[in-house]
């Protein structure tokens, strides 16, 4: 039976998705190897990342244990990846966590942890990566944010965790951008994923009523974006947040 990557022969490069062993990530390698670049998925979990990547596809696809918030974890990734494949050309940090409470109610390990993961893992994912795209004269890097930047009740660690992703990404798009190296923060909103269905059930339908669309998004809606900003169709766009949220971050419907 032929498959829908039948039509790529020629690998584009390199491409290390973070968080990529389900969700949004996995939506992500998925669309970056039918656009024929080789997917590392790089994810803590280690039994749905190797099933996630002999789905999306056996020879170009492979899984390596990562947990972002580590330097030393970080390190051998980059180390392992420049070991066996071809100079990294595009990265996406797409892994995140959620640890909602109040502020009142919040842990400070619940704050850490959110931040450890979505900011700092983001930042040490970028550093080994802009080391070798400001050498190789080339490079896409996005990021994935979250509308929630914008602030989210009961999100005050995930919100500062984000909006600080968006601040890094924009003062690493200035460091980067003579050396051919694009960096753009991508800002979901609702969108349906394990992390969003382990959600209450009437939190969940608050959460959709509260969207102006009264719809969620598919993380098929995120992987096309971030493929484009990803491809070297894009030079132009750097630094940017690009909401994909049906509209949320506009403000309150009122309907
Ligand atoms: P998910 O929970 O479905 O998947 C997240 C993946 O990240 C998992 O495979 C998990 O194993 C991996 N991961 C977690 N911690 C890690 C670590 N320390 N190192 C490496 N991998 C790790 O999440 P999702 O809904 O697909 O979300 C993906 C990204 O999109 C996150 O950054 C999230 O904040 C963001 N986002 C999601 C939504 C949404 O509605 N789902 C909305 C806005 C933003």
């Known amino acids: 039976?032929?498959?829908?990557?039948?039509?790529?022969?020629?690998?584009?490069?390199?491409?290390?998705?973070?968080?990529?062993?389900?969700?949004?990530?996995?939506?992500i390698?998925?669309?970056l190897v039918e656009d024929g670049f080789f997917a590392i998925i790089a994810d803590m979990d280690q039994t749905a990342g190797q099933k996630a990547a002999a789905s999306i596809h056996p020879e170009r696809a492979c899984y390596l244990p990562c947990d972002v918030s580590s330097e030393d974890s970080v390190k051998q990734l980059f180390a392992a990846v420049a070991e066996k494949y071809s100079p990294v050309k595009v990265l996406v940090n797409n892994a995140g966590i959620i640890r909602d409470r109040v502020i009142w109610k919040m842990e400070?390990?619940?704050?850490?942890?959110?931040?450890?993961?979505?900011?700092?893992?983001?930042?040490?994912?970028?550093?080994?990566?802009?080391r070798i795209m400001k050498e190789a004269g080339y490079g896409r890097i996005v990021n994935i944010a979250s509308r929630a930047w914008l602030g989210n009740p009961g999100q005050t660690n995930y919100s500062a965790s984000k909006a600080g992703?968006?601040?890094?990404?924009?003062?690493?798009?200035?460091?980067?951008?003579?050396f051919g190296v694009t960096v753009n923060?991508?800002?979901?909103?609702?969108?349906?994923?394990?992390?969003?269905?382990?959600?209450?059930?009437?939190?969940?339908?608050?959460?959709?009523?509260?969207?102006?669309?009264?719809?969620?998004?598919?993380?098929?809606?995120?992987?096309?974006?971030?493929?484009?900003?990803?491809?070297?169709?894009?030079h132009f766009i750097t630094g940017q947040v690009l909401h994909v949220d049906g509209g949320k971050s506009i403000g309150a419907t009122g309907f």
């Open 29 to 31: 390698a998925q669309q």
């Open 1 to 27: 039976m032929k498959n829908r990557f039948d039509n790529q022969h020629k690998s584009s490069g390199t491409a290390i998705v973070t968080g990529a062993a389900k969700g949004i990530g996995f939506s």
């Open 165 to 178: 992703v968006v601040g890094l990404t924009r003062a690493l798009a200035l460091e980067l951008a003579h």
């Open 185 to 234: 923060a991508v800002a979901p909103g609702l969108i349906d994923t394990p992390l969003t269905q382990k959600l209450p059930e009437e939190v969940r339908q608050k959460l959709l009523n509260a969207q102006p669309t009264k719809s969620m998004g598919e993380p098929e809606d995120i992987a096309r974006l971030v493929a484009f900003l990803a491809s070297e169709k894009n």
């Open 108 to 130: 400070t390990a619940d704050f850490d942890r959110v931040i450890q993961v979505n900011l700092r893992g983001t930042w040490l994912m970028c550093r080994e990566a802009a």
